[in-house]
């Protein structure tokens, strides 16, 4: 594994942007695995004291179990972290798109974990998190996907579904070929 270099390091061992492992030239960070022994015995001590804690407390109360947040709890908390929502923000959102994708209009899968996605705009808010203000709405796994996947470009889409529907029609015209189409080249804007 490369380790990065500072700025100005002449190692002379550069790969990319790292140093080759087992440089020394003293300007790089360590990997984010390379714990010293006092580190790795420190983390083992936390967390043998806190199997004693949890012993001790299990043997003074038959009944005591670890309170852990439940699956409706770490979505809440999740919609709240990621996107500002709060459930009943969510179900309002749902409720207005009358629990359907409000992209192909197709049932949204609420009982799935990963049926309904909260879309918002990369413009604004890049990765996973957004400001609350630019969600577009709710929409299904594969809506969601395929306009990451594009870029949230509505030109990208658009020039892809108008070559779609000319290889699919030029395919279709003639069923006796057994091999696939020789396309025109693809229009591009």
């Known amino acids: 594994m490369a380790v990065f270099c500072d700025e100005g390091c002449t190692c002379g061992r ?4 790292g140093c080759a492992p087992g440089c020394t030239c003293g300007l790089h960070k360590p990997p984010w695995n390379a714990y ?3 580190e790795r015995e420190a983390a083992l001590e936390r967390r043998r004291t806190r199997n004693r804690e949890y012993t001790r407390r299990r043997r003074a109360d038959p009944n005591f179990v670890e309170v852990r947040a439940t699956p409706e709890q770490q979505r809440a908390y999740s919609m709240k972290h990621r ?3 709060t459930p ?3 179900s309002d959102l749902l409720s207005a798109q009358d629990g359907r994708c409000y992209l192909c209009t197709e049932p949204l899968d609420t009982e799935s974990r990963t049926g309904v996605h909260v879309d918002h705009d990369h413009a604004c808010c ?7 203000s630019c969600i577009r709405g709710l929409a299904c796994q594969k809506c969601n996907q395929g306009i990451g996947q594009f870029g949230d470009d509505p030109d ?3 020039l892809v579904a108008d070559n779609l529907e000319m290889a699919n029609k030029s395919v279709r015209s003639d069923p006796s070929r057994h091999r696939p189409a020789v396309m025109p080249w693809p229009v591009v804007i």
């Open 36 to 38: 010293t022994e006092a």
């Open 126 to 132: 890049r990765g996973k998190r957004s400001c609350g």
């Open 83 to 85: 996107h500002g929502l």
């Open 156 to 158: 990208r889409m658009r």
């Open 88 to 90: 009943e923000t969510w």
């Open 14 to 17: 550069h790969r990319r942007k």
